[in-house]
């Protein structure tokens, strides 16, 4: 007799159990778009480089088209659609509403979830290929726009959307400084009167 080629599995998504039978090659994604209807998540180019589909597991950021549906279970899962507290943005989503970090909108999912997990590794203490002291004892390295710039580096955007998505990031985290937030005041006035 065969093995069998699917198996029933259940996923936590965003704080709910969800059962379901998947093919064993079914991916994260997959199960999450085709098969539960959470079309947050995007699928970019479907070999983990463009970040379009980027998820929480166990809050990480994991590209969710490379992770199989059934080695996600038993692990906590956030999509795009968890992140908010009930009708109360997350902070890193309101900072791309207030420091317009889209423009299409088809990567946005992807670079919230991702900016969410890396907020919270750089509280967490890991160091970047830009951190200049990556000893363990050192203080978590001040976040730069190189050092957002670096740890979103897996997240791409088509539109170009890159200077307010660092403006996003560093307003979320509390970093931003004065002069971006004005130079970020003078853009929005200058292409308001264009």
Known sequence: MAPSSSSAVTLRINGETHTLTVDHRTTLLDALRERLDMTGSKKGCDHGQCGACTVLLDGRRTVSCLQLAVAAE????????GVADGEQLHPVQQAFLERDGYQCGYCTPGQICSAVAML???EAGWPSAVTGDVRPEAAPPPLSDEEIRERMSGNLCRCGAYVSIVRAVSQAAGTETKAANASGVEARDTEARV
């Open 74 to 81: 038993g692990r906590e899962i956030t999509t795009i659609e």
């Open 120 to 122: 919270a590794e750089h």
